[in-house]
């Protein structure tokens, strides 16, 4: 079983930047072994994939996020980040942090279906 509980969110105004973390707790294999994703999803919207890094470290990220947005883990803490800077209102949305142990390719990265276990959710909500 995998739990995943995200911080770090919170209220900034456009330009402003605000790091996300997901810390997880796994019963057996650490995240080193998991594929691991940032998804939001804005009032109204679908849920759509950020960013991703598989488990030997490729990462992926959606056009919108790019050069903005940064993911990384700390293995040994089993923490993943989602670094995000020059905000946007349109980055307004409830975040997720997502993870699976099955091997993410970079068609699935930013797609929902390969992860098997979610976060709540933290808000995250930037203003112009």
């Known amino acids: 079983q995998v739990q995943l509980v995200e911080s770090g969110g919170g209220s900034v105004q456009a330009g402003g930047s605000l790091r996300l973390s997901c810390a997880a707790s796994t019963d057996t294999y650490s995240i080193y072994y998991m594929g691991l994703g940032w998804f939001r999803q804005a009032p109204g919207k679908e849920r759509e994939g950020v960013a991703a890094?598989?488990?030997?470290?490729?990462?992926f990220y959606a056009d919108s996020v790019k050069g903005r947005f940064t993911i990384s883990k700390d293995n040994a803490k089993n923490t993943l980040y989602l670094q995000m800077n020059s905000l946007k209102p349109e980055d307004t949305a409830v975040y997720y942090c997502?993870?699976?142990?099955?091997?993410?390719?970079?068609?699935?990265?930013?797609?929902?279906?390969?992860?098997?276990?979610w976060g709540q959710g933290t808000q995250v909500t930037v203003s112009s």
């Open positions: 890094i598989t488990r030997d470290g490729k990462t």
């Open positions: 997502a993870a699976t142990y099955w091997i993410v390719t970079a068609v699935q990265a930013l797609s929902v279906n390969p992860y098997k276990y």
